[in-house]
């Protein structure tokens, strides 16, 4: 019945959507300049405050990691094509936001589409999200392989030990991506990528000292590494959620109710590039960041119908460990156990 009032509220999504998608090239302009700008500035602020405490180094590297984020929303956008207007400048925006990010720019958004694609099918879960197992699934695996289930959801490897193998292996080794049909679309630019950032990160650790280059750099990226996978967590990995087979699955579904409307403070929403939007942005994913807000604002019913997370309510969601198809939501282990009772 709530699947039946989404789809009848919701019939014209796409007239709701359409007018913003267009670019809009000062607004792009500005969040360059209010991105990048105090990206560099924090930088250079924290090679100073080495001479002072590391202590102050570590405090700006998590502010710096904030803008970090804006700027990899920005090379999320120039993967979309959404950014700006013309295709070879997002492509060199993109291209060059992933020098800041890490993160090769082909590959990365890529592996993105195939997300928009398929999100909330069983048969493509990891892919954009975390990968999960259902609960009969899980029922079904052995002792150990349950144990190290358990383990890989532990909170301090989800969010912080494999954000570090994902940066320093998974997105950097070619070979990892030999199964999808257009690699060899991506093959040579994301050697390219990679190379390209060698060459310049040992520019800077050779002019700056590798030292202290990595002392400034490291902290950065592990905070970006930590915020970047909790926000896709929640994006995908909330209580009621929507999954379905992809031969039942349905793209207005799997977008309202299997994204969150993450409801942040104001000043995290700027931080995060409006993110947290993150329905309408599955429904639309031509329509830019900045324009994200805008659309929620003057299209008050796609709310109505998809999860809203406050901050304080989306650490429940850490308690999110297997998808239940009986009940259609993601539950505890703990919930898991009383079931099985």
């Given at each position: 019945?709530?699947n039946?009032n ?21 607004k792009?302009?500005?969040q ?7 990206f560099?500035?924090l930088?250079?602020?924290?090679y ?14 998590l ?20 950014f ?42 990891g ?5 999960f ?6 029922d079904k ?16 490897l989800q ?32 050697i ?13 650790a050779f002019?700056?000292g ?7 750099h490291i902290?950065?990226?592990?905070f ?18 929507y ?15 299997g ?15 409006n ?12 329509i830019p960041?900045?324009?994200l ?7 008050p ?15 429940k ?5 297997l998808w ?7 539950i505890?282990?703990?919930?898991y156990?009383?079931i099985?009772?």
């Amino acid at each position: 019945m709530q699947n039946n009032n989404l789809k009848d509220s919701l019939k014209d999504w796409r007239g709701m959507l359409k007018e913003y998608q267009k670019p809009n090239t000062k607004k792009a302009i500005v969040q360059l300049l209010n991105s990048f700008l105090p990206f560099l500035g924090l930088w250079v602020l924290m090679y100073f405050s080495l001479d002072w405490s590391y202590l102050i180094t570590i405090a700006l590297a998590l502010i710096t990691a904030f803008f970090l984020l804006r700027i990899f929303v920005i090379q999320h956008d120039c993967g979309h094509q959404s950014f700006l207007q013309f295709r070879k400048w997002n492509n060199a925006i993109g291209f060059i936001s992933s020098f800041f990010s890490t993160i090769p720019f082909k590959y990365w958004s890529m592996m993105h589409d195939i997300h928009h694609a398929h999100n909330g099918q069983i048969e493509y879960r990891g892919l954009g999200d975390i990968k999960f197992l259902t609960t009969e699934e899980y029922d079904k695996r052995s002792n150990f392989w349950k144990m190290n289930y358990r383990i890989r959801r532990m909170p301090i490897l989800q969010f912080f030990i494999i954000p570090i193998i994902y940066f320093c292996v998974a997105i950097r080794i070619p070979l990892l991506y030999t199964h999808l049909k257009k690699r060899k679309n991506i093959h040579w630019p994301h050697i390219i990528n990679n190379l390209s950032m060698i060459v310049l990160y040992g520019i800077l650790a050779f002019l700056l000292g590798w030292q202290k280059f990595l002392l400034v750099h490291i902290p950065i990226i592990l905070f970006f590494g930590m915020i970047s996978f909790w926000l896709f967590y929640i994006q995908h990995q909330h209580e009621e959620n929507y999954k379905e087979s992809k031969d039942n699955w349905d793209h207005l579904l799997a977008s309202v109710r299997g994204s969150t409307y993450y409801k942040l403070p104001r000043m995290f929403q700027w931080l995060s590039g409006n993110i947290g939007f993150h329905h309408i942005h599955h429904l639309n994913s031509r329509i830019p960041n900045y324009h994200l807000e805008a659309c929620a604002n003057a299209n008050p019913t796609l709310n109505s119908f998809t999860n809203i997370l406050t901050f304080r309510e989306s650490l429940k969601c850490i308690h999110s460990k297997l998808w239940d198809e009986q009940t259609q939501r993601m539950i505890s282990f703990k919930e898991y156990n009383e079931i099985q009772r």
